[in-house]
């Protein structure tokens, strides 16, 4: 039988070909892994973290699904909120939020452009022949999109960066009368 001792001391001559003998160890299941996912089972997972965390913003999300083990772009994420209809409501302490949507589809657009105009819009400008509507932080997508949804025939597009976007319309006459109608649909 040998000893530690022995086992060492002739180690010393093969320069360390011994070391201590450690118990294996079980593998570790780590959420850092990061594993494939269909288009269904992300939006299921986009469903579960917007109801149980407060989202105000696609970044927000991406980071969040990043968290758990879900890479995803944030035009996909955008594309997703999209589809499931996701929509910016206010938290009780005035903070923006995604909430999965309660309402029957078809609903009029105009309502819901009115709602989130009222909401988040904070200005409505012309310059040349676009209209600049001004919006809280991480709200002007929504908005904008609601406004494309309106399809109305003056409008040429929708431009939305962060907190501003711009409805392109076909000249300055046409983006006077796009304000006033905004402007209508903001204040009712």
Do not use: W
């Not at 990061?34 to 939006?43: D, F, G, I, T």
């Not at 105000?56 to 955008?78: F, I, P, W």
């Not at 009780?92 to 939020?97: D, E, I, S, T």
Request: hydrophobic residues 40%.
């Amino acid at each position: 039988m040998y000893s530690m001792h022995s086992l060492c001391a002739a180690g010393a001559a093969t320069a360390g070909a011994y070391a201590p003998v450690r118990p294996k160890e079980e593998p570790v299941a780590r959420t850092t892994k990061r594993v494939p996912m269909s288009k269904a089972e992300r939006q299921r997972l986009i469903q579960t973290v917007v109801q149980q965390r407060d989202i105000a913003t696609q970044r927000e999300l991406v980071h969040s699904l990043s968290a758990l083990g879900c890479d995803v772009t944030q035009a996909t994420v955008s594309r997703d909120i999209r589809e499931l209809d996701l929509q910016k409501v206010r938290t009780h302490l005035g903070r923006a939020k995604y909430v999965l949507s309660s309402r029957e589809r078809p609903k009029d657009p105009e309502q819901a452009a009115r709602h989130v105009l009222h909401d988040f819009a904070r200005s409505v400008l012309v310059a040349q022949h676009t209209v600049v509507v001004r919006c809280e932080i991480g709200t002007a997508s929504t908005v904008a999109r609601q406004i494309d949804n309106l399809n109305h025939t003056d409008i040429v597009g929708t431009l939305a960066g962060d907190d501003t976007f711009v409805v392109i319309v076909a000249d300055v006459e046409t983006a006077h009368e796009m304000k006033r109608y905004l402007d209508r649909l903001r204040e009712a």
